[in-house]
Structure formats: C-alpha cells, structure tokens
C-alpha cells in the first residue's frame, strides 16, 4: 500500500472501497480460481440456499414474513454466482458455488441519515467462514477474529478503536451475554497499528504492543466473595474499571472543572473531528425506575439506563 496517508486512513478508505458493490465483484474474480481449488461441494454440513422453484435464470425471492427478498441467479434449483438478500434496512452480498456459500461476503446497513455502514466482512470456504472476518460494533470500532472451517478463535482476537490506530488484543468473553445480550472484551494488551496487509482480498492488521499499556485480564484469578455476589446480582461492571482504556487516554482526560463548583470535567487532548468518539461510558444496564435519583447514568434505551453501582463510583 501506498504510505502518502497514515494506516488510519488507508484502513478508512478501504471501509468505504467495500461497500461499492463492483469492488467485492472484482475482489470475487481476482481469487476465484483459489476458490474453486478450495471447494469440496458435499463435505460437511454445509449449509445450501436451493432455490423453491427449479427454475434456470435469474430469480427474486421475497419472505413474506421479514421482508427480505434474495435475488440471483438460479442453475438447476441452486443460486449460483453473486447473489444478494435485500431488506428495507440492510443488504448482504455474497457469492454461491452450487448452491454453497463459497467465497466473499459482505453485509451493509442503510443508516437513518441515508449513508451505508460496512457491518461485517470476510469470506466463506465450502459454507463455512474462514479466515480473518471484520465484524462492525454499535458506537463504533470493530471486532476482527480469524476463523477455521466455522469455528472462531476467540482466544486472540483484535477490537480496532473508531479511530482505526488503536487496539485491544485478547479473548472475548460471553459472561455477560445472559445478563446483558452482549459480549464483553478480555484483553490481553493495548497495542497499536503498525502495518496493513492484503489477505485473499481481505485487510489484516500487524500490532505492536505499547509499552507499559499491558492490561492483562484478571478474570482467571479468583474472585473474592463480594465479587462473586455483585456480578450475580448483575452489578459487576468488568473485571478490571481501574485500568485506563487506552484510546480514551490518548483523546481526553478527566480534569478539574473550570466552572466554579462543577467538580471534575472531560477535556480533549487534542483536536477532535466532529461525530468522533472520544470516549465510553461503562456502567450496568438497570431499570429507570430505580435509577431517578442516579447522577451517574445515560440512558440505554426506552425502559433502562446505563448506571454505575454505587459501591464501583469511588476509586479508592
């Protein structure tokens, strides 16, 4: 690649290169001869999109129940070749080989303001995922992971910041995914980009870890007894809040108001561009009604607010 931009930006240019629908066209052509040499049409559980009516040529079908309509082209009952699914708010492109998942895919979301987000990207062997898949997170950043024949290694995966320079490396834990439907972050360490490659069409990140940043998890140590009772109450917020994220330390830091009586604020370190995420906000999802006198949550959405427990609000 080029280095006339910084990795930040060739790594935004090639987000937005994705979603144009002839640049996964070109990409399809330029490796489907590996492809090919990769399929093994029957072996394994593969999962095949047959067509309902044995019809050559091309067809467009709609669920009458989500409304998703997928179009493409039909030979002997299977679509083959580029085919898409179509709804009102997302689309996903993706190639067939016999009815058979095979090669690249990519899913994109239409946005209220009318722009189209890349949500997820990578590729498919025989109808599995395999190899290095980019997986877009609500409030920005992404979730890269490689895959094997389906099956995700989720011991070492990579959560890429919104400014696409900083990064968490490490496992990703599913302990909070009953209490909260999400999956929460294990890192190993802070690191950052350092170089940019091209992997069968798909971009792979080369991480340096920083210096002094080790955020090793504490989630295989044993817990005390008051941990164990907050998180099964559900009001353990993570396992480590005192370590410092390190994108956050790199765009604000937490001062002494300038506003008389306004205690401590939120300034930025350096000049940030607008819509930029500069930080998060962690807490426990919690019913409204028992956070009315709460100073210390957002809202999360029409019946519950991101609130910090009272005994996670000191730092000492």
Same mark, same amino acid.
């Given at each position: 690649? $080029? ?22 066209? $070109? ?26 009516? %044995? ?19 039909? +030979? ?7 085919? /898409?699914?179509? $709804? ?32 997820? +990207? ?20 992404? #979730? ?19 400014? &696409? ?22 890192? !190993? ?50 396992? #480590? ?5 390190? &994108? ?47 100073? &210390? ?5 029409? !019946?519950?607010?991101? !609130?910090? %427990? /009272? ?6």
């Amino acid at each position: 690649m $080029s280095s006339s931009c910084s990795l930040a930006e060739k790594i935004e240019r090639w987000l937005t290169l994705i979603c144009q629908d002839q640049t996964v066209h $070109s990409l399809q052509e330029e490796h489907q001869a590996r492809f090919d040499g990769q399929f093994r049409q029957g072996e394994g559980p593969v999962s095949e999109l047959l067509c309902p009516r %044995p019809k050559d040529g091309f067809v467009a079908i709609r669920d009458r129940h989500g409304g998703v309509e997928t179009r493409g082209f039909c +030979f002997s009952g299977k679509l083959v070749a580029n085919v /898409s699914k179509v $709804s009102a708010h997302s689309a996903e492109l993706f190639f067939c080989k016999k009815g058979v998942r095979h090669g690249f895919s990519r899913l994109k979301k239409n946005t209220e303001h009318g722009l189209v987000t890349m949500m997820a +990207f990578g590729r498919y062997s025989n109808g599995f995922k395999q190899g290095t898949w980019w997986e877009a997170l609500e409030g920005g950043g992404f #979730r890269i992971a490689e895959f094997d024949q389906g099956e995700r290694n989720d011991r070492d995966e990579t959560f890429l910041y919104p400014d &696409y320079a900083t990064a968490l490396t490490g496992r990703w834990s599913s302990k909070k995914q009953k209490k909260h439907g999400d999956h929460a972050a294990v890192p !190993d360490a802070a690191a950052v980009v350092v170089d940019l490659a091209m992997c069968d069409g798909v971009l792979t990140l080369t991480l340096k870890t920083a210096s002094g940043e080790s955020v090793t998890s504490s989630s295989d140590q044993s817990e005390t007894d008051e941990e164990k009772k907050q998180e099964d109450k559900g009001c353990a917020i993570c396992d #480590r809040p005192l370590i410092r994220d390190p &994108y956050e330390s790199r765009h604000v830091s937490v001062r002494k108001s300038l506003i008389p009586g306004a205690g401590e604020g939120l300034f930025c370190l350096q000049p940030i561009r607008r819509g930029r995420i500069v930080a998060y906000f962690n807490g426990v999802v919690t019913p409204r009604l028992r956070c009315e006198q709460s100073e &210390y949550s957002i809202a999360f959405d029409e !019946d519950s607010v991101l !609130d910090i %427990p /009272s005994h996670c609000r000191s730092i000492e």
